[in-house]
């Protein structure tokens, strides 16, 4: 059972990389999401290494040996002092089996093509939903767009698409990272757009798409292991806390981010995995 070996060598790697980031809960959220993302992405060493390695299979059940069957059978049946030695009996053949690694390994198989299929559907929605968003153009949206780039080291290519849908924040993509913002945004005043586009920006800065997506890839080969589900949703609960952190750090006060925070929650959310989001995780909001 090569899923399942190589699931619970994967599990020693997550339990440390968990019981890290819990030591780690006074210090940044950075460096917990930094912890947990090493932790996933070491994981994925698990399976070279486990075909190399010997393996953690343990024996379910041992048959006695023939030979003492067929003793324990002749010495318990009884016979005739001057009758012939009976011929040893054939044994009745064992009837057919599943084997249970084979079963194991296509049920595996099974679901980590279906957690595949799924974030490349969702993937592709997501692209969809970017081309045929048009570009920003209101002038505050650029040049707070710019002047954030740059104080974020930040590159500045990042495309702002306004989308149709007053319900859709988020920020996605790796080498042409797009953010997403929903219909209506034009009319924000600056200290939200400063906000918004701050946080969005630090997810691009700190590539949390990229080590999100390589993160629930991870969890799509070990779907069968709860630990992998829990570290994603705690990897992405931390660069959304880092993201804040760093909004905060650029002089935005606690008070005022909180109170905008609570407004776009009100009417934006972070698209679902039918409209926008691979696999539940990519989009960053």
Request: glycine share 4%; with cysteine; net charge positive.
């Amino acid at each position: 059972m090569i899923a399942l070996d190589l699931g619970l060598r994967a599990s020693v790697v997550i339990l440390v990389a968990l019981a890290v980031s819990l030591t780690l809960r006074r210090r940044s959220a950075a460096l917990r999401h930094s912890v947990l993302a090493a932790g996933m992405l070491s994981a994925l060493a698990v399976a070279p290494l486990g075909i190399a390695l010997p393996a953690w299979d343990l024996p379910l059940h041992s048959d006695p040996p023939a030979l003492l069957t067929a003793a324990i059978s002749d010495a318990s049946s009884p016979r005739p002092a001057d009758s012939p030695a009976a011929a040893p009996a054939t044994p009745p053949p064992a009837p057919p089996r599943i084997a249970i690694a084979t079963l194991a390994d296509t049920v595996w198989a099974a679901g980590f093509l279906t957690s595949i299929a799924a974030m490349l559907v969702s993937l592709r929605r997501l692209s969809r939903l970017t081309t045929g968003a048009p570009p920003l153009t209101d002038a505050r949206w650029l040049a707070m767009a710019g002047t954030l780039a740059r104080s974020l080291n930040v590159r500045d290519d990042v495309a702002l698409r306004q989308t149709e849908m007053a319900t859709t924040l988020g920020t996605w993509g790796w080498r042409r990272p797009a953010v997403l913002l929903p219909a209506g945004c034009e009319s924000w005043s600056d200290e939200r757009i400063r906000i918004v586009l701050g946080h969005e920006l630090a997810h691009i800065g700190r590539a949390d798409w990229a080590i999100q997506m390589a993160a629930d890839v991870v969890r799509a080969v070990f779907w069968y292991n709860p630990l992998f589900w829990l570290a994603c949703a705690r990897l992405r609960r931390e660069s959304e806390a880092a993201c804040d952190n760093a909004v905060l750090e650029a002089g935005v006060p606690a008070a005022e981010y909180a109170s905008h925070l609570l407004a776009i929650a009100r009417t934006c959310r972070r698209p679902s995995h039918g409209d926008a989001r691979p696999d539940g995780s990519p989009v960053h909001a």
